[in-house]
């Protein structure tokens, strides 16, 4: 069986490639996308391809928040109970029981430091 892959959707450049450097050096097969709607898109266009996304919570068009509910209301599973680590700046979205609220597993403040990435992703993948 291939190994199954990691998201990374955020609309910054910077922190796209950030992750996408990180999950090199962790070993990680990622694909990077900018926006919610290019994330579902990739879902449904293959919904086995993905163990675990990391997703921005502040973008334009659709914000994590909305990406992250969409993403259960999938009819199949998965995605519907793939693993949702936010990655934010925002405080207002840094405890664990609000993040739970809003569909995803866990959060990663920004920004992002490798080691706890590595420990969130033992944790949470397969
Ligand atoms: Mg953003």
Do not use: W
Not at 44 to 53: Q, S
């Amino acid at each position: 069986m291939s190994q199954r892959k990691i998201m990374v959707v955020d609309d910054d450049a910077t922190t796209r490639y950030m992750m996408s450097e990180f999950l090199d050096v962790l070993g990680h097969e990622h694909v990077v996308v900018s926006s919610g709607p290019a994330c579902l898109a990739e879902l449904t266009a293959d919904p086995m391809a993905y163990n675990l996304i990391l997703l921005d919570i502040h973008m334009p068009i659709l914000t994590g928040v909305h990406t992250a509910l969409s993403i259960r209301q999938f009819e199949k599973d998965p995605p519907q109970t793939i693993p949702i680590v936010a990655i934010t700046a925002d405080t207002n979205y840094h405890q664990p029981t609000r993040i739970k609220e809003l569909g995803m597993n866990a959060v990663l403040p920004k920004p992002v430091n490798i080691d706890a990435l590595h420990d969130m992703l033992s944790e949470l993948t397969t």
